[in-house]
T-cell receptor, first 113, second 114 residues
Framework: DTGVSQDPRHKITKRGQNVTFRCDPISEHNRLYWYRQTLGQGPEFLTYFQNEAQLEKSRLLSDRFSAERPKGSFSTLEIQRTEQGDSAMYLC???????????FGPGTRLTVT | EDQVTQSPEALRLQEGESSSLNCSYT??????LFWYRQDPGKGPEFLFTLYSAGEEKEKERLKATLTKKESFLHITAPKPEDSATYLC???????????????FGAGTRLAVHP
């Protein structure tokens, strides 16, 4: 399978713990995006990388959130001191360029208890 | 502010009963409008991209059209396997410059019954 992959698929954590998610984009895609989706809503943009550079962050991305894309390949999204409001599906997408569609991974479902 | 609104929120159809889903948008300069399909517990699956008013795209029983203010996803003779949430998104200008993000509507949940 050569699509976008995400790990883990599900994560249950207690409030206050830190969690880290990984995304592996389609191999030739240099753009990588993170979105968050809550029940009954469409995905909301969080942040975006072109190669290893993080070029934009949404106001939704508080100081507890940090994302990296070392070497311009896979990306990680870390949430520190999780809160119940962080419970959501975290989606990763990649695209070949700004002129191409974004392809999404299966998502990581986070539940904060 | 860039915004996408989809209607109806939910739609129930009998197998073979054609219908249309609506996506209206307000955006400062449309770069592209995208339709995705999302099954429960999965990531969105790309369907179509539309760039200019009057453009149409087709795939099996689905046809997407675009005007200056809205897009329609027409479903012809749907089957139960077409049941899913259909999401509409516009490509929006980012604060750092460039069309770097998608703004999604809340989606239309489609249920097709045999």
């Amino acid at each position: 399978d050569t699509g976008v992959s995400q790990d883990p698929r599900h994560k249950i954590t207690k409030r206050g713990q830190n969690v880290t998610f990984r995304c592996d984009p389609i191999s030739e895609h240099n753009r990588l995006y993170w979105y968050r989706q809550t029940l009954g809503q469409g995905p909301e943009f969080l942040t975006y990388f072109q190669n290893e550079a993080q070029l934009e962050k949404s106001r939704l991305l508080s100081d507890r959130f940090s994302a990296e894309r070392p070497k311009g390949s896979f990306s990680t999204l870390e949430i520190q001191r999780t809160e119940q409001g962080d419970s959501a599906m975290y989606l990763c997408a990649s695209s070949l360029s700004v002129n191409h569609e974004q392809y999404f991974g299966p998502g990581t479902r986070l539940t904060v208890t | 502010e860039d915004q996408v609104t989809q209607s109806p929120e939910a739609l129930r159809l009998q197998e073979g009963e054609s219908s249309s889903l609506n996506c209206s948008y307000t955006v400062s300069g449309l770069r592209g409008l995208f339709w995705y399909r999302q099954d429960p517990g999965k990531g969105p699956e790309f369907l179509f991209t539309l760039y200019s008013a009057g453009e149409e795209k087709e795939k099996e029983r689905l046809k997407a059209t675009l005007t200056k203010k809205e897009s329609f996803l027409h479903i012809t003779a749907p089957k139960p396997e077409d049941s899913a949430t259909y999401l509409c998104a516009v490509q929006a200008w980012g604060f750092s410059g460039g069309y770097n993000k998608l703004i999604f509507g809340a989606g239309t949940r489609l249920a097709v019954h045999p």
